[in-house]
């Protein structure tokens, strides 16, 4: 399983700049967020090896771009809706995410799927928008305990991935970001091993290629995500095959953030 060939690897290495995004779910209002940027801008100056992305709340953008603005850091959504305007109380465009100054934004979290009736249907139209509109998406996959148990992660990935890059040409996907979020793995502290997240990468990537053509998928970072902290980041950013991380709870202090981009 673990055996890349000695180009995948290469190409890992040259063409896959890390990405460390942090999803902040429902967590911090504006002014906090000036503070953890105020915080955590000096403790990570002068960092280039990883690209950064926070994903706040959609009312903290604003802030965040601007408290992030000169930093380098990009600032992401946590969703959007596919039409691009009309009568959906409560939904947000890519459009009206773009005029935040928003370039990145993630779909189909699980916590989605689990509480806010998300399908892998739902989750291939919010890509097909994101794309659309020059966002950089970054869409989530992973099993549930029991099916990881019931020896099925890999049919679940399979199934995630074909459904959520359903007529989509690698063309338009070049920004796309996949993320491997194990639900068993999320806020439970945790972790999957790098070994366990390695074969799930090497699955989705395997499924991309089969999608969006094998350069697109080789050149796609694929994020690991699922209680993800200071004391585990290095071994799993080590794995090249691990293209960066989604970090949750670990990501709402400054302190903490910052030593995973540091790891
Ligand atoms: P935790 O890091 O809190 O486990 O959350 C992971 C996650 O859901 C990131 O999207």
């Not at 911090?28 to 100056?45: C, D, G, N, S, Y």
């Not at 370039?103 to 739902?122: A, K, L, N, P, W």
């Not at 989509?168 to 068993?184: D, Q």
């Amino acid at each position: 399983m673990r055996d890349l060939s000695a180009t995948n690897k290469l190409v890992g290495t040259m063409l896959r700049k890390k990405l460390i995004a942090a999803n902040w779910k429902m967590y911090k209002t504006p002014e906090q967020t000036r503070e953890f940027f105020r915080a955590f801008l000096p403790m990570i100056a002068g960092h280039e090896r990883s690209e950064l992305v926070v994903c706040p709340p959609y009312v903290d953008l604003h802030a965040a771009f601007d408290s992030a603005h000169g930093s380098g850091i990009a600032i992401g959504a946590q969703n959007v809706f596919w039409k691009e305007d009309g009568a959906y109380t409560g939904e947000v465009s890519c459009s009206m995410l773009k005029s935040t100054g928003c370039t990145h934004v993630i779909i189909g979290h699980s916590e989605r799927r689990q509480y806010f009736g998300e399908s892998d249907e739902t989750v291939n139209l919010r890509l097909k928008a994101a794309l659309h509109a020059g966002l950089t998406p970054i869409v989530c996959v992973g099993e549930v305990l029991e099916e990881r148990e019931a020896g099925l992660t890999e049919d679940v990935l399979r199934r995630q991935c074909l459904r959520a890059l359903d007529a989509i040409s690698g063309e338009r996907a070049h920004k796309l970001v996949m993320a491997y979020e194990p639900v068993w793995a999320i806020g439970t502290g945790k972790t999957a091993t790098p070994t366990m997240a390695v074969e799930a990468h090497i699955t989705i990537r395997a499924e991309a290629s089969k999608s969006l053509g094998k350069e697109v998928a080789s050149k796609m970072r694929i994020l690991y995500g699922g209680s993800v902290k200071p004391e585990n980041a290095k071994s799993l950013m080590l794995e090249e095959e691990i293209d960066g991380a989604l970090v949750g709870g670990a990501s709402l202090d400054a302190r903490s953030f910052a030593s995973i981009v540091m790891y």
